[in-house]
Nanobody
């Protein structure tokens, strides 16, 4: 069982930056692939970024590639999402998720544990 708690969301102006963090409980965190997803009002859940259990490989959604960076610290049971050059269309609730497959999967069906989400609002 893994519990995930996101933090770091808030209101930022376009062009600004935010850093989201996800704290995980459980001794087996280092075996899980981790991902970030988001859901904007009226839209489908969207893959943002994924990272393998080791942190050696990452994967990004097309809309954020080059602006967002995912990282993890297995010693601290945390995964982070650094978001730069934010745009109003990045406004959404951001969710952290854990996959027991260990990969950096883009499909939400590969993830078994989800956090409650943190709101990110980017003003124009």
């Amino acid at each position: 069982q893994v519990q995930l708690v996101e933090s770091g969301g808030g209101l930022v102006q376009a062009g600004g930056s935010l850093r989201l963090s996800c704290a995980a409980s459980g001794r087996t965190f280092s075996t899980y692939g981790m991902g970030w997803f988001r859901r904007a009002p009226g839209k489908e859940r969207e893959f943002v970024a994924g990272i393998t259990w080791s942190g050696r490989s990452t994967n990004y959604g097309d809309s954020v590639r080059g602006r967002f960076t995912i990282s993890r610290d297995n010693a601290k049971n945390t995964v982070a999402l650094q978001m730069n050059s934010l745009k109003p269309e990045d406004t959404a609730v951001y969710y952290c998720a854990a996959s027991n497959g260990g990969g950096s999967y883009s499909h939400p069906n590969n993830y078994v544990y989800w956090g409650q989400g943190t709101q990110v609002t980017v003003s124009s």
